[in-house]
């Protein structure tokens, strides 16, 4: 069965402190996807990022990077200089392909609360 | 604007009541889910649909329906077998139905809470 770990419940850090999220993953599939997703405070998910298990470059996206690892099943996000509107729930999640369908599963989340 | 579309934001249930949680898509999506998320913890996956008159259960499908008449909808019924149905719940859509690199999108959730 698949499984996704975010160790880290809750980050505390002040405005323009990096903050580096951790995701570890299982899976016995040697094809698949981690996404990182934020929740804000309204609740609704948004999309930050998409990788397959075949492209370990890491990514950087404005003030956010990822750190890719197959050999650690690991999959960290970080955001540099971090800033009030970042404080929200991250979750990381794996793509699994079943017979009827694809099929995400869900880290626990790590809450972020930057203060000012 | 595209997007996904739920309501209520906030439903209240009665002992013993069905509630129904609409979920509206209108990206020309195939794919619809419907997750489970309790406090603190990350999301379950209750049902989903590939295709119209077509859905499979996900991992907590016990206390739940649902129906896909239209490519757009696809309601969730709380049915009163579900004896802990606070939560909240997130509707999301794929482009496609098959394949692992298709991202789903989540709708602004409805919180239900029960009287």
């Known amino acids: 069965a698949q499984k996704v770990t975010q160790a880290q419940t809750e980050i505390s850090v002040v405005e323009k402190e990096d903050v580096t999220l951790d995701c570890v993953y299982e899976?016995?599939?040697?094809?698949?996807?981690l996404f990182w997703y934020k929740q804000p405070p309204s609740g609704e998910l948004v999309f930050l990022i998409r990788r397959n298990s075949f492209d370990e470059q890491n990514e950087i996206s404005g003030r956010y990077s990822w750190n890719f690892q197959k050999s650690t099943s690991s999959f960290n996000f970080t955001i540099t200089a971090s800033q009030v509107v970042d404080s929200a729930v991250y979750f990381c999640?794996?793509?699994?392909?079943?017979?009827?369908?694809?099929?995400?599963?869900f880290g626990g989340g790590t809450r972020v609360l930057v203060k000012p | 604007d595209g997007g996904i579309t739920q309501s209520p934001k906030y439903l209240f249930r009665k002992e013993g009541q069905n509630v129904t949680l609409s979920c509206e898509q209108n990206l020309n999506h195939d794919a619809m889910y419907w997750y489970r998320q309790d406090p603190g913890q990350g999301l379950r996956l209750i049902y989903y649909s590939q295709i119209v008159n077509d859905f499979q259960k996900g991992d907590i499908a016990e206390g739940y329906s649902v129906s896909r008449e239209k490519k757009e909808s696809f309601p969730l019924t709380v049915t009163s077998a579900q004896k802990n149905p606070t939560a909240f719940y997130l509707c999301?859509?794929?482009?496609?139905?098959?394949?692992?690199?298709?991202?789903?999108?989540f709708g602004p959730g409805t919180r239900l809470l029960v009287l």
């Open positions: 999301a859509s794929s482009l496609f139905a098959t394949g692992i690199e298709e991202t789903q999108y």
């Open positions: 899976t016995r599939d040697t094809t698949y996807y």
């Open positions: 999640a794996l793509s699994e392909i079943k017979a009827a369908g694809n099929k995400l599963t």
